[in-house]
């Protein structure tokens, strides 16, 4: 009973805090920008509070995920219900979560920035780490937990140095100060940034710790995290680019080639994924590509000062922001719903849920025909935008540019091609054919807490592939932060492309119209036929049985010998060599190879050194005391060091004279 | 205007390529019309649904069809433009297609047969791998037209200001070669498939519906009549003369649609399927054909 206040009770605070920001957001989204400026103090100087159009743009897509997180969070921790204190740090921590998170996106001080961030990066740490029971999970948290604050030493080395060199901690004091960098400065400072968010936002290869992370959570976190943490790395990134003024050229091919290979690297591992869950999680890193690439394309339209590229760009970027937090969460509460009902996301154990759970397949199939980028849903609204932007860029440039920009659409049309494939066979095997191994209890249908955020989310989905325009309209301001033309000189450029989507739109209602109108033909047609049912033909054979279907191994066999340089796949075979032999067995298990050579090598030297300072970890308290005023002494001889470098050089001075 | 002619020819596709095939082997064949007719009496037929199968199986026919025919709209007609017809409507174009390919696919899966599955897997693969020769292709030909949709790319080809006519047909001889073969994968045809091998472990597509029955399997058989026509009105666009009568142009449409089923027959009579295995590379040829179209393009425009 009181789990249910509680539970209650949060979903009052998180729409709460959603309607609250999402008012001030939506005036910010319209072009009025809202500035609060808090005093601070001596040490963060003052801390202006900014909403603009790309933070209320960021704001609403947090808030409605959260939304959605928290309803299907409620109904998804019931079978928790008897770890009271677990739930209520995981409440309490969902709520602050959220309020750092939009924080994120309003602080606009370096030092308050770096702060509501950890804050963020540690309360996303405890949620994840719901189950720590689970060896594994603590494992997969720390993983996280580590990875980001690597990436934050690069922010923080980036922000020092802007610091330092503007003296002021407000991001406006850069803007004027940018435009004068030199371009080689300005890309080495932008590469330093795109590492440190890119860890957040998990592009290749700092990606290793999301297929670890997305699995061991809950599942509305996983959903969460996905839909819109490692979206706020791109915000750093967006962020930061409208910081610096020079160099967009070279910035957005780097931001194009990462993009490009993330987008691949993605999907070609999450194809041999069996985890449903770690499946989904390298789709988020695919699509972390796919923002990428619209981005990339609009700096580099930037650099180029064509309107159009830049437009097509970053509209495509920031529509599939959206668009991915839509069918990511949807997809990661369908893949939570399969688990709450069958106690397992291995896939090649499902199978069949369709008749056993109709609404969770529907919904997980609308959503799997969104990331793949199917028209008429979102997913396909903003590529298109990407695509035209890729296109028109072919003509500009010389014949190495168009060139990359023509392996920019190849890479775009395979990634689209292989997610038909990754998402034919999540969604074939999972829902579809005969169960293939038995539940310890019958699956059905989950409850209405838990299917009203699938339909929230559904809903959009179908809004913004059916209206494209309205959310078009939205977009102007956030890019028009980035193309200022936007508003005025290539506004036609704008309304061209908004009449483009409208007829997208159109041609996605005549599309579903058809299909129920032949659909309905055919209902005529057989309505005096013998309409029967038998089992599934054979070929001849008479005693079927489920272990026979295709599994999702064999599914994507050919797809893996194909593919087998990228992978590392080990396999383990016992040979049957006795006379009379033994139990044959036959494993194969695949690694990620980037994070083999990134992670795991470097890993190893490095413990290697660090065994080496091992002693200094005596256990005796004497000596860590003594690092303490040894600590403290290098302090004060550094902040010295100015002073007694005078002294020397003065010396110096004294001696050379003589 | 365009669909029209669309829906005519697809009346006589199938059964021009059966005849064909049945000359070259010295049989006397079915008339051209005999796939039609097969397909009026599937529709008029009752239907068997596997009991494994969901609503899903049910409505993927529709689907299917419609992604076809939604497609056909596109396509222009020389001087007409299509339907629907804007900006980088290629696009959506190809996604309408994967779309009715995603629902295809799913609806083998749909059954839990081991062998429909097999057809499933390979049409997802073989599909995925033919995706970019198309969007290259038309990529080059609007890069070499300066215009970014079907209507107007056909509409300038051969009189664009910087390409001979003779360098304009040529590299439309090539871009019609990869129409072609993307016709014959998309379709599953000989070389890729043999629609009629007698062993299911060999098949792509006619594994996939080996469950549908009655007016589904009409229903399927028509769409994919369709596309081949689809194709072949693509390869036709390519050839069409801008400023002659209008018959002359539905002339060359037909006798070119009639060229292109010969020519399949013609391939099916004399062409064995390749292996399974080599047709990963077969259709990545397709996409370095495309990219040599690309580079030619690149050569007219002086990039190179």
């Known amino acids: 009973m009181r789990n249910k206040i509680y539970e209650i009770a949060l979903i009052i605070i998180t729409i709460g805090i959603a309607a609250s920001t999402s008012i001030i957001a939506s005036y910010a989204l319209v072009g009025r920008q809202i500035e609060i400026i808090l005093s601070g103090n001596q040490i963060f100087g003052q801390i202006p509070l900014r909403i603009d159009s790309l933070s209320a743009w960021m704001i609403l897509i947090i808030n409605f995920t959260f939304i959605t997180g928290v309803l299907y969070g409620t109904g998804y921790l019931k079978h928790y219900n008897d770890k009271i204190k677990e739930l209520r740090l995981h409440q309490f921590m969902f709520v602050i979560l959220h309020f750092s998170m939009i924080l994120v996106c309003t602080v606009q001080n370096f030092i308050a920035f770096l702060i509501v961030w950890e804050i963020m990066t540690g309360s996303a740490f405890l949620l994840i780490i719901f189950e720590y029971w689970n060896k594994a999970t603590v494992k997969a948290g720390l993983n996280y937990f580590i990875q980001s604050h690597v990436g934050v030493v690069f922010i923080l080395v980036s922000f020092i140095w802007i610091i330092a060199q503007t003296g002021s901690t407000d991001f406006n004091a850069v803007t004027a100060f940018s435009q004068h960098l030199p371009v080689a400065v300005s890309i080495t400072l932008f590469v330093l940034l795109f590492i440190g968010f890119g860890f957040k936002a998990g592009f290749v290869p700092l990606h290793t710790w999301l297929p670890y992370a997305h699995p061991s959570a809950p599942s509305h976190i996983s959903g969460m995290m996905s839909g819109v943490i490692i979206k706020l790395g791109i915000y750093g990134i967006l962020r930061m680019l409208l910081l610096i003024k020079t160099g967009y050229l070279v910035i957005g091919e780097i931001i194009l080639f990462v993009s490009i290979v993330s987008g691949l690297y993605g999907v070609i591992l999450a194809i041999v994924q069996h985890n449903l869950k770690k499946l989904l999680a390298y789709h988020s890193i695919e699509n972390i590509g796919i923002i990428g690439i619209g981005i990339g394309i609009g700096t580099i339209g930037l650099g180029l000062n064509n309107d159009f590229l830049a437009i097509a760009g970053f509209c495509g970027g920031l529509l599939h922001i959206l668009n991915h937090s839509l069918f990511k969460s949807l997809l990661f509460y369908g893949a939570g719903s399969v688990y709450q009902q069958t106690g397992t996301l291995d896939i090649e154990k499902l199978g069949g849920l369709i008749k056993r759970m109709p609404q969770t397949a529907g919904l997980f199939l609308i959503a799997a025909l969104a990331i793949c980028g199917l028209p008429p849903l979102n997913g396909f609204i903003s590529e298109f935008l990407i695509f035209s932007g890729l296109f028109s860029s072919l003509k500009s440039g010389s014949l190495s540019f168009s060139l990359y920009m023509l392996t920019a659409v190849a890479a775009l049309v395979t990634i689209g091609g292989l997610a038909i494939l990754c998402f034919t066979k999540a969604f074939g095997i999972v829902f579809l054919g005969n169960e293939r191994s038995h539940y310890n209890k019958i699956p059905e249908e989950v409850n209405f807490i838990m299917l009203l955020p699938k339909y929230m989310a559904a809903a959009m989905i179908f809004a913004i592939g059916l209206f494209p325009r309205l959310f078009l309209e939205l977009l102007k301001n956030p890019v028009s932060l980035f193309v200022p033309n936007i508003l005025n000189g290539s506004y036609g450029y704008y309304s061209n492309q908004a009449a483009i989507l409208t007829k997208i739109g159109l041609i996605g209602m005549l599309l579903i119209s058809v299909i129920f109108i032949l659909f309905g033909i055919k209902k005529y047609f057989e309505r005096y036929k013998v309409v029967a049912a038998e089992p599934t033909w054979g070929c001849g054979y008479v005693a079927p049985d489920s272990k026979m279907q295709y599994t999702a191994s064999s599914f994507v066999k050919t797809y893996s010998n194909l593919i087998e340089p990228a992978l590392s796949i080990h396999k383990s075979d016992v040979e049957m060599d006795n006379v009379f032999p033994g139990k044959k067995e036959y494993s194969t298990h695949n690694y990620d190879k980037l994070e083999f050579y990134v992670i795991d090598k470097n890993l190893k030297w490095l413990r290697k050194i660090l065994l080496k300072l091992n002693f200094l970890q005596n256990g005796r308290i004497q000596f860590y005391i003594l690092y303490g005023v040894l600590f403290v002494l290098m302090i004060i001889l550094i902040s010295y060091g100015e002073y007694l470098w005078q002294v020397f050089t003065g010396f110096y001075k004294l001696f050379s004279i003589n | 205007m365009n669909i029209v002619l669309i829906l005519i020819v697809s009346l006589f596709f199938t059964g021009l390529v059966n005849r064909t095939k049945s000359i070259f082997s010295g049989r006397k064949g079915p008339g051209i019309f005999q796939p039609l007719k097969d397909i009026f009496r599937l529709l008029k037929k009752g239907s068997v649904y596997s009991t494994t199968s969901s609503f899903i199986f049910r409505i993927v026919p529709s689907v299917y069809f419609s992604t076809v025919l939604i497609a056909a709209l596109f396509i222009p007609f020389g001087g007409d433009r299509g339907l629907i017809s804007f900006q980088f409507d290629f696009v959506l174009f190809a996604y309408i297609l994967a779309l009715g390919k995603f629902f295809n696919i799913i609806s083998a899966l749909d059954t839990g047969s081991s062998f429909e599955g097999m057809g499933a897997s390979r049409e997802a693969l073989y599909s995925m791998l033919a995706e970019p020769a198309f969007f290259i292709t038309i990529g080059s030909l609007g890069l070499l037209t300066g215009y970014s949709s079907f209507y107007q790319i056909f509409n300038s080809i051969h009189y664009s200001a910087s390409a001979s006519p003779v360098i304009s047909y040529s590299l439309g001889m090539l871009a019609s070669v990869v129409f072609m073969f993307l016709g014959l994968v998309e379709n599953s045809r000989i070389p890729i498939d043999d629609p009629k091998t007698h062993l299911e472990l060999t098949m ?101």
């Not at chain 2, 519906?209 to 994919?224: A, C, E, M």
């Not at chain 2, 399974?276 to 077969?282: A, E, G, L």
């Open chain 2, 204 to 304: 792509i597509h006619e594994v996939m519906i080996l469950d549908n029955s009655g007016f589904d399997l009409g229903l399927i058989l028509y769409t994919g009549i369709l596309k081949f026509a689809l194709y072949g009105s693509l390869i036709a666009n390519m050839f069409f003369l801008n400023s002659t009568h209008i018959l002359i142009n539905i002339f060359i449409f037909f006798s070119l649609q009639a060229l292109f089923a010969l020519t399949v027959g013609t391939l099916e009579s004399f062409m064995a399927r390749f292996r399974m295995n080599q047709n990963p590379q077969f259709i990545l040829m397709l996409s370095s054909v495309s990219l040599l179209i690309f580079l030619g393009v690149m050569i007219i425009t002086g990039k190179i």
